[in-house]
């Protein structure tokens, strides 16, 4: 027992270095990516609040050739928009290619904050387009403020849980 100890507090100590450099890069690429948005503003016509708010979605390290890939998507009152996606190549703390998917002038195109339908409608509304019965109402297990996201359980329909997320879709 006395040998375990030291190699649990070794295992304590990698998974908080790991946590503190993911974090510390993390924190880097924010920068970067902020620094680089402000670059292609004026070409992209941007903004600054077309800018100022994004999630990063994904972001993983090629170790074959040392480059990260990070997908980031505009919000807009911390409400995310379908589909305004951007995508960096970074090396070396350098963005070597960037992809523009925001949306210009996006506070002007909004009309409302608040959704026109509820969460649970909304799975109502997707099963009747799948001509499926709805047998029972769905039950909402968590949600999630931050993301702006509801997990429902119907089990009558599902094995799995399902996920309603409010966003701005872009319409004529």
């Known amino acids: 027992m006395k040998n375990m100890i030291p190699f649990k507090n070794a295992l304590v100590l ?6 503190t450099i993911s974090q510390t890069f993390a924190q880097q690429n924010q920068k970067l990516l902020n620094n680089h948005l402000k670059l292609e503003a004026e070409k992209n016509n941007w903004l600054p609040s077309d800018i100022s708010e994004f999630n990063i979605t994904d972001q993983y390290l090629d170790k074959a050739t040392g480059i990260e890939h ?10 995310i928009v379908y589909n305004a996606i951007s ?11 960037f992809k523009a998917g925001l949306i210009v002038n996006l506070a002007k195109l909004v009309n409302s904050d608040i959704p026109k339908i509820q969460p649970d409608d909304a799975i109502k509304f997707a099963l009747i387009h ?6 029972s109402p769905a039950k909402l297990i968590e949600q999630n403020s931050n993301l702006n996201q509801f997990i429902y359980s119907m089990p009558n329909v599902s094995n799995r849980n399902i996920i309603v997320q409010l966003v701005y879709r872009q319409s004529e």
Do not use: C, P, S
């Not at 990698?14 to 946590?19: A, C, N, P, Q, R």
């Not at 990070?70 to 409400?79: A, E, G, L, S, T």
């Not at 995508?87 to 290619?97: C, D, H, P, Q």
């Open 70 to 79: 990070v997908y980031i998507q505009q919000k807009h009152h911390n409400i």
């Open 87 to 97: 995508v960096f190549a970074i090396k070396e703390n350098k963005v070597g290619y």
């Open 130 to 135: 799948h001509d499926k019965q709805v047998t």
């Open 14 to 19: 990698i998974l908080i270095l790991t946590f």
